[in-house]
């Protein structure tokens, strides 16, 4: 693994990296058959590992943790910390989709609801035909070991689990070693792919304004949606400690 410096976020270690920065590095995981952990962390993220501490455990062991989500940069600017750019799950999955295109990668996809990922196959099999597919299996199952066997035998290049968080971070964490893979948790990335969601135009994604166009889409994310004032009176808490702490 490359180790590169990192700034810590509320308890959660991120990586001080760009994203070619990243998506080169891993690449070269994938080649190197390493086995490897991203997680790409929001503030709902940091906020629940703030508050759960085996889950912040998962996460800062993750092999690389990067900012998703504009919270995050935010976050790391008030603190005099900066990090150089978000560096989201969605674009660097289809960075990976497209790397694994290109080198004739195998790749396993776990997640999300009985339909869509019946819709999300032909689409992988269309826009990505060199892509071998090692498996897939949606998100709602009781018994893992049909999974495990089947990514066992598979040993693909690139699993992402879609189970949402933590579920997702959880799962990786507890059955990684069964292949040497990169394994990634993707959240709802695959109902975005299979057209079930939409994603925000980039006039939204480049003025910081994606949350805003997802809670127009579904209103019922605005519970999910008042982490990011919560997040940020920490932030402002943890700034003034620091200050405090170095007049002292």
Not at 20 to 48: D, G, K, M, S
Not at 217 to 229: G, Y
Request: overall charge positive.
């Amino acid at each position: 693994m490359k180790h590169f410096t990192k700034v810590n976020i509320l308890g959660i270690n991120f990586l001080n990296i760009t994203q070619q920065t990243f998506l080169n590095t891993l690449e070269q995981e994938i080649n190197l058959h390493h086995n490897c952990f991203v997680v790409t962390a929001n503030p709902e993220i940091v906020l629940l590992a703030r508050k759960n501490h085996r889950y912040q455990q998962i996460i800062n062991h993750a092999d690389y943790v990067t900012a998703d989500g504009i919270g995050i940069i935010k976050g790391a600017k008030i603190l005099n910390q900066p990090l150089p750019e978000r560096i989201t799950g969605y674009d660097t999955m289809l960075n990976l989709l497209d790397f694994a295109n290109r080198n004739h990668k195998k790749v396993y996809f776990l997640g999300a609801q009985p339909a869509v990922i019946k819709a999300l196959i032909p689409i992988i099999q269309q826009k990505y035909p060199q892509l071998i597919i090692a498996g897939f299996h949606d998100g709602y199952f009781k018994d893992p070991q049909p999974i495990l066997t089947e990514i066992k035998a598979a040993q693909p290049d690139i699993v992402f689990a879609a189970l949402g968080f933590p579920k997702q971070e959880y799962f990786i964490n507890q059955y990684r070693e069964i292949s040497n893979s990169l394994w990634m948790g993707v959240g709802g990335s695959f109902d975005v792919l299979a057209g079930k969601v939409k994603r925000a135009p980039q006039f939204w994604i480049k003025h910081h304004l994606e949350w805003l166009y997802r809670l127009i889409q579904e209103p019922s994310r605005f519970k999910r949606m008042l982490a990011l004032p919560k997040y940020l009176i920490l932030i402002y808490r943890e700034k003034f400690a620091r200050h405090k702490k170095r007049k002292a």
